[in-house]
């Protein structure tokens, strides 16, 4: 939930880093309370305080808190990975996901082959084959297809190519 | 691959954009070709040139590209998302993981009966049943535990909460 810093004493955690005074109506006190600090020194460091204020000042007052929360999220990230940052979750969930896929896909082959030989004829008890397909996640992809060449040709490789994908 | 734009007559794109000299050993111009303007602007708008340049000239340069297009990537899902940006995107796949684990896992059941059926005493024709388990995603969740109330509080809802989750 939303600080209610701005009314206290305290100056939010934005204003004290950036020592200026927290005034009423502060853009920053209610997601920068003064005792989360580092959230944002990180979100300074990573997008900077200004452009910070630009985006909570261009969005509706209801969106800044999970806005503030994605933003702290994808700058602590960008601190623990300064080459990937977050993108590198969305290229490791993305191939575990298509790993599943394939996975369920075989499993699927595999019932309806069992299901087949049990009751020939008949595949009322089988779970729908595929039943996963058609809901492929459509959000870009990452590597977006215009920079994948670049992207695989890059000497030092994706940390995270074969990461949780042993077994494909 | 990273173009020589610094070595040729026009001035990279940041510089073109930010209207300075494009000087030999720029810092952008291999990665922010002339003839992919909008590539910068992004980046500019959500991290700010003097971040990029400082985050470019603390890793090594064989990564810069890659940090480059990472940093693009997040740029164009939080001009396109104000709120999530490709936050958003790590919460739908991370939902669409838990799906199909939660379907394989399922499935493989249905296989061990079929298979108890058809060869009693005897399941070496299966698939091992959860596979899967053991490799799931361990990168950070998204929401993080410690705001997951204050993000499920929200008036606005997280607009990915439905999304590709329809049959479960």
Chains 1, 2 share one sequence.
């Not at 997601?31 to 300074?44: I, L, R």
């Not at 300064?82 to 369920?104: D, H, N, T």
């Not at 990452?142 to 040709?153: D, E, L, M, R, V």
Request: aromatic residues 10%.
């Amino acid at each position: 939930m939303a600080s209610s810093s701005s009314f206290s004493n305290s100056p939010c955690a934005a204003c004290k880093f950036l020592r200026r005074k927290c005034l009423p109506g502060c853009i920053f006190a209610p997601y920068f309370p003064p005792e989360e600090p580092q959230k944002f020194a990180n979100v300074h460091k990573i997008f900077g305080a200004s452009n910070v204020s630009k985006l909570l000042n261009e969005i509706q007052p209801h969106q800044r808190e999970d806005a503030v929360n994605s933003l702290a999220y994808e700058a602590e990230a960008r601190l623990k990975d300064p080459v990937y940052g977050c993108v590198g979750a969305i290229s490791v969930l993305q191939r575990q996901v298509l790993r599943l896929q394939k996975e369920l896909d075989a499993t699927n082959a595999d019932i309806m082959k069992y299901a087949t030989n049990t009751f020939p004829g008949n595949n009322s008890g089988v779970r729908a084959a595929g039943s996963s397909f058609g809901q492929i996640y459509e959000y870009d992809q990452y590597p977006p297809p215009s920079w994948n060449n670049s992207f695989s040709s890059s000497s030092a490789g994706h940390p995270y190519d074969t990461a949780g994908d042993n077994n494909t």
